[in-house]
């Protein structure tokens, strides 16, 4: 009898699991500690220096307003653009409004590189500055890379380490999925969220550092520190499971795809001069009466990125918005309660979002009850309840000081009912790590809460 | 101490596969044999009158050709609108077309009514005309509803059992998924799937008649008898799986996530009068070389539809089709050869479909090296791996003749490797029923084989 290699493989990965958790229960990495880590970034800050200022948008280069539409697009007719979109929620329409919308084609790769030192799984992860983050440079993922990054459109520098997420075969794929961002602000935009273990020798560079999930779960507690790509791509990875929830598979699957037939939008792309109810300034295009957002132009300097200067636009909420994930252990299996949220931009109407995910500064002008459900019972939260709040940004690239305070509430019954309102449902932590595992099911801002969650998951244990 | 009732429940239905199992196993069910099933069928063919007569536009009644886009519509703003789409893939591009499509924005419910008597489960089946049929009456899901037909829009009778499907929790669901169809002809239209076991009284009618699972999978050995609708819906219902595979579930999803990145497809709504390569004349719509499909018109005579006549526009194919499995045998584990197809129509650029999903006679004109992988392999396999090969038609309410040859081809390394051409991957057959029960993974015409390899697989067991 000769050794046979078998073609066939364990559809499931069953070892990850444990090898996660020793990554998350891990607070030394081959890099030193989180202490270590303060010290490098702090280095890494004063390293380059990094300017941002606003400009008018007659100061843009390489973008301008086009003749017919007023879409403000960039010459090459690459990155994004900004046009107008019409939307109507609702058959018939409830609701509907014109507004401003970030179009982007093109799939993204966010990518982060994971490899065992000493038998514990470490994540490379970069200092990396964007323009709209609130404090500049972030925690990234190995590479966040568009489409133009990587087809030479920048005409920039390579993107370090791109080919461990395009070269396919050689290297193992821990998650890759295509998720959704900003629903309200992106039209239809999506991008790779890819964790790839790498076997071979990964040459170093400054500004990235190798971290263990435990390292990660300290940093975000840390206000405006990891970044969206990183907490929405680390989201996909499998979590802790249980045999039992609430409602089963079949039954969650089964109310989403009620939502979505419930649920029906109609939007139309539409010049962006055509959005009645915004009016365009010389560095600003803002809403009739202050709300949403603003789209704004900044001019970058910058040491560390592909291309050392340049200028582009911003979208710039008006205020800062408050993320919360309602919780409760039911029969001792840890549940959420998640909403499901229609956003214009979504590519299938409807995903499962946080329990709330708002800016309360656009819903001031309006009495209680027409407040979003569950932000009166999180605004007026015990101390004692809060199991996580921290204050998170999202993608700097196109967002400036987009920030949320992000928080994870243990409820009871008074708070968040077993019964709760009409689009509103409780999943099990482990239902909604695997939904997470496919396109469009878990939101954004759920996708951040949920990594938020994995690392209170990982303090505990 | 008390009995407590628990609050949670299984994630996974695990009585449900030997359930399935009994009912695939029966070939005698509560309303009889399949004899007795093919007697009631012919009956139903005779007892009402049905006729369908080509007509020109002008005697379409509710239905004209928008003075400004040339869109084919019906004067409720309701049903489906046929107008333009034109199609750019790749980037750059590399194909680019126009033509007629199908819009729908509008979700239906495809149900089936499932119900145990005696220990077997069974399942309500409809004998239902549709225009299109090429024989008219087929063996339809217990519901096909439109919005428009259970919001009134039909003026026609209520839908029959849909109060299944729209009320909510008192039923219990087995699937239930919102589906992509024909992505060539139709935009964006996905049907929500569904199959809902009661457990109180189902009132009889005489177009309706319970079946095993056995005895549809008999069923399905007939040409044009078990219609499109009812091969989705069959699609989602788990079948055996098997814990090994030629890739892990991962690695799949990232193969996926990979093609979607790679296939760029930019779609734009246009008006039908500017699809250019097309020409309308009093009674069809038809591409100038008299390929791919063209846009006719029929009048309807029929006693038991919801509206007792009516006249719409229907899609014919040029040509029969051929869609096909290559099936192998990988260690045990029954494996598929998956296409990643992107059809212009599609919600999410990409689906798995058949290994050929073609119509050869758009193809007759090119040097072989052009014609789909795959497609000559098929058309000279010896008749002993020849699993399954039974013609089936596409939705008979929107497509007229579509006819195409189903094959199920147990192939071997010389026709169809194990490492295969860009584009294409082995998936278990488990994976490939595990995926169908999310949205957006698996096209309409692979769900039909699919059914009919779990009919297959039943039979064997």
């Given at each position: 009898?000769?050794?046979?290699?078998?073609?066939t493989?364990?559809?499931?990965?069953?070892?990850?699991?444990?090898?996660?958790?020793?990554?998350?229960?891990?607070?030394?990495g081959?890099?030193?500690?989180?202490?270590?880590?303060?010290?490098?970034f702090?280095?890494?800050?004063?390293?380059?220096?990094?300017?941002?200022d606003?400009?008018?948008?007659?100061?843009?280069?390489?973008?301008?307003f086009?003749?017919?539409?007023g879409?403000?697009v960039?010459?090459?007719?690459?990155f994004?653009?900004?046009?107008?979109?019409?939307?109507?929620?609702?058959d018939?329409?409830?609701?509907?409004?014109?507004?401003?919308?970030?179009?982007?084609?093109?799939?993204?790769?966010?990518?982060?590189?994971?490899k065992?030192?000493?038998?514990?799984?470490?994540?490379?992860?970069?200092?990396?500055?964007?323009?709209?983050?609130?404090?500049?440079?972030?925690?990234?993922p190995?590479?966040?890379?568009?489409?133009?990054?990587?087809?030479?459109?920048?005409?920039?520098?390579?993107?370090?380490y791109?080919?461990?997420?395009?070269?396919?075969?050689?290297?193992r794929?821990?998650?890759?999925?295509?998720?959704?961002?900003?629903?309200?602000?992106?039209?239809?935009?999506?991008?790779?969220?890819?964790?790839?273990?790498?076997?071979?020798?990964?040459p170093?560079?400054?500004d990235?550092?190798?971290?263990?999930?435990?390292?990660i779960?300290?940093?975000?507690?840390?206000?405006?520190?990891?970044?969206?790509?990183?907490?929405?791509?680390?989201?996909?990875l499998?979590?802790?499971?249980?045999?039992?929830?609430?409602?089963?598979?079949?039954?969650?699957?089964?109310?989403?795809?009620?939502?979505?037939?419930?649920?029906?939008?109609?939007?139309?792309?539409?010049?962006?001069?055509?959005?009645?109810?915004?009016?365009?300034?010389?560095?600003?295009?803002?809403?009739?009466?202050?709300?949403?957002?603003?789209?704004?132009?900044?001019?970058?300097?910058?040491?560390?990125?592909?291309?050392?200067?340049?200028?582009?636009?911003?979208?710039?909420?008006?205020?800062?918005?408050?993320?919360?994930?309602?919780?409760?252990?039911?029969?001792?299996?840890?549940?959420?309660?998640?909403?499901?949220?229609?956003?214009?931009?979504?590519?299938?109407?409807?995903?499962?979002?946080?329990?709330?995910?708002?800016?309360?500064?656009?819903?001031?002008?309006?009495?209680?009850?027409?407040?979003?459900?569950?932000?009166?019972?999180?605004?007026?939260?015990?101390?004692?309840?809060?199991?996580?709040?921290?204050?998170?940004?999202?993608?700097?690239?196109?967002?400036?000081?987009?920030?949320?305070?992000?928080?994870?509430?243990?409820?009871?019954?008074?708070?968040?009912?077993?019964?709760?309102?009409?689009?509103?449902?409780?999943?099990?932590?482990?239902?909604?790590?695997?939904?997470?595992?496919?396109?469009?099911?878990?939101?954004?801002?759920?996708?951040?809460?949920?990594?938020?969650?994995?690392?209170?998951?990982?303090?505990?244990?």
């Amino acid at each position: 009898m000769t050794a046979q290699i078998a073609l066939t493989r364990p559809r499931d990965d069953q070892g990850l699991p444990a090898r996660l958790a020793r990554s998350a229960a891990a607070r030394h990495g081959m890099s030193g500690s989180v202490e270590d880590f303060h010290a490098w970034f702090a280095r890494r800050r004063t390293a380059t220096r990094f300017a941002v200022d606003r400009i008018s948008f007659g100061d843009l280069d390489g973008w301008y307003f086009r003749d017919d539409t007023g879409d403000l697009v960039h010459r090459s007719g690459r990155f994004f653009s900004v046009g107008g979109l019409r939307v109507a929620m609702g058959d018939p329409p409830t609701a509907s409004w014109h507004q401003p919308i970030i179009g982007q084609p093109e799939i993204g790769i966010l990518g982060i590189v994971a490899k065992e030192f000493d038998g514990v799984l470490h994540f490379l992860m970069q200092a990396k500055m964007e323009p709209g983050n609130p404090n500049l440079l972030q925690l990234s993922p190995t590479v966040q890379a568009t489409r133009s990054n990587y087809t030479g459109v920048h005409q920039g520098a390579a993107v370090r380490y791109l080919e461990h997420f395009t070269r396919g075969e050689s290297d193992r794929v821990l998650s890759d999925v295509l998720q959704s961002e900003h629903g309200s602000w992106f039209y239809r935009k999506r991008n790779r969220n890819m964790i790839v273990e790498v076997s071979g020798d990964v040459p170093p560079h400054e500004d990235f550092r190798w971290l263990t999930l435990g390292q990660i779960a300290e940093l975000l507690r840390y206000d405006n520190l990891v970044n969206m790509d990183s907490r929405s791509v680390l989201a996909s990875l499998p979590a802790a499971s249980t045999p039992r929830a609430l409602h089963s598979d079949t039954e969650l699957l089964s109310w989403l795809a009620a939502m979505r037939s419930a649920h029906f939008v109609r939007t139309e792309r539409i010049p962006l001069r055509s959005a009645s109810g915004w009016t365009r300034g010389a560095a600003s295009i803002d809403h009739e009466r202050g709300r949403y957002f603003s789209v704004i132009a900044v001019a970058v300097q910058a040491g560390n990125r592909e291309v050392a200067q340049w200028t582009q636009p911003l979208f710039e909420p008006r205020g800062e918005g408050v993320v919360a994930f309602l919780t409760r252990e039911i029969e001792g299996v840890p549940h959420i309660l998640v909403r499901a949220r229609a956003e214009a931009g979504f590519l299938d109407t409807v995903e499962l979002g946080p329990t709330v995910q708002t800016i309360p500064a656009n819903y001031a002008h309006l009495p209680p009850e027409k407040h979003p459900p569950f932000l009166d019972v999180v605004s007026a939260v015990p101390a004692g309840r809060v199991r996580y709040s921290v204050l998170q940004s999202e993608e700097g690239g196109r967002f400036l000081n987009a920030v949320s305070r992000y928080m994870v509430i243990d409820a009871d019954e008074s708070m968040a009912p077993l019964a709760p309102p009409f689009g509103f449902r409780w999943v099990s932590h482990g239902q909604l790590a695997e939904m997470a595992r496919h396109g469009h099911y878990v939101n954004v801002h759920a996708r951040t809460l949920l990594t938020c969650l994995n690392a209170l998951a990982a303090r505990v244990g």
